[in-house]
């Protein structure tokens, strides 16, 4: 009897546990993006230049390569825990990681322009960051949709599709606004590089994008 009773409460421990516990699919989804956003980072470091970045910081950039997935997979955990009581957290962690997927891409793409343009700033630049955004944006719809807000409706995916692409449009026209201060119109400061400057300045313009998105995607688009 003592015996069933000790299976028992090890038995209520471990199902407490696993429910303490993100699933695994979430994990490896979280540890994949920070991968994504090291290799970039990896990137932007390797071609910093003029004693910006201190040398010792650039030599060992190869460990970000180990960090990021590990912090975004631990910060992924710790959003699901306090989304235990406040659920809309561990949306808001998932939206974020997805975000950081669309905006890797955004800025692979408008680095690639750049190199095929050569052009790292002016009207050129605009055109560049328009295209690179609203591919990125448009092929994070169902990521955002069946991950981020787990909304698995099928019914009248057209017309959800329109008023997505119509938030990702004003979000473009905001994304493209922002940069375009930064990097034509205040231009780059500090002796940073253009592209550098550039690439700081799609930065700014995603992360003010990021909650107009959250909200008109979540409120318009994917509510249930």
């Known amino acids: 009897m003592t015996c069933f009773f000790i299976c028992a409460k090890i038995g209520k421990s471990a199902i407490q546990e696993s429910k303490n516990i993100m699933n695994r699919t979430d994990a490896i989804i979280a540890a994949s993006?920070?991968?994504?956003v090291a290799v970039y980072f990896y990137y932007i470091l390797g071609q910093s230049s003029g004693?910006?970045?201190?040398?010792s910081f650039v030599r060992w950039r190869w460990l970000w390569l180990i960090v990021f997935p590990l912090l975004a997979a631990l910060g992924l955990q710790i959003a699901f825990l306090i989304g235990k009581k406040f659920p809309a957290v561990y949306q808001l962690a998932k939206f974020l990681l997805v975000g950081a997927m669309a905006a890797i891409l955004d800025l692979a793409l408008l680095n690639l322009f750049m190199v095929l343009s050569g052009a790292a700033s002016g009207a050129g630049f605009n055109v560049a960051k328009g295209i690179s955004f609203a591919a990125a944006?448009?092929?994070?719809?169902?990521?955002?949709?069946l991950w981020a807000f787990k909304n698995k409706n099928r019914q009248n995916l057209k017309r959800e599709f329109g008023k997505f692409f119509a938030i990702t449009l004003a979000g473009l026209a905001l994304n493209i606004f922002i940069a375009d201060i930064i990097v034509n119109q205040i231009g780059s400061q500090w002796g940073i590089p253009a592209e550098l400057w550039a690439n700081l300045g799609g930065i700014g313009a995603i992360m003010a994008v990021f909650i107009f998105n959250?909200?008109?995607y979540k409120i318009l688009v994917f509510k249930k």
């Open 33 to 36: 993006i920070g991968s994504g």
């Open 137 to 145: 944006t448009s092929l994070k719809y169902f990521p955002d949709k």
């Open 214 to 216: 959250f909200f008109g």
């Open 51 to 55: 004693g910006l970045i201190p040398e």
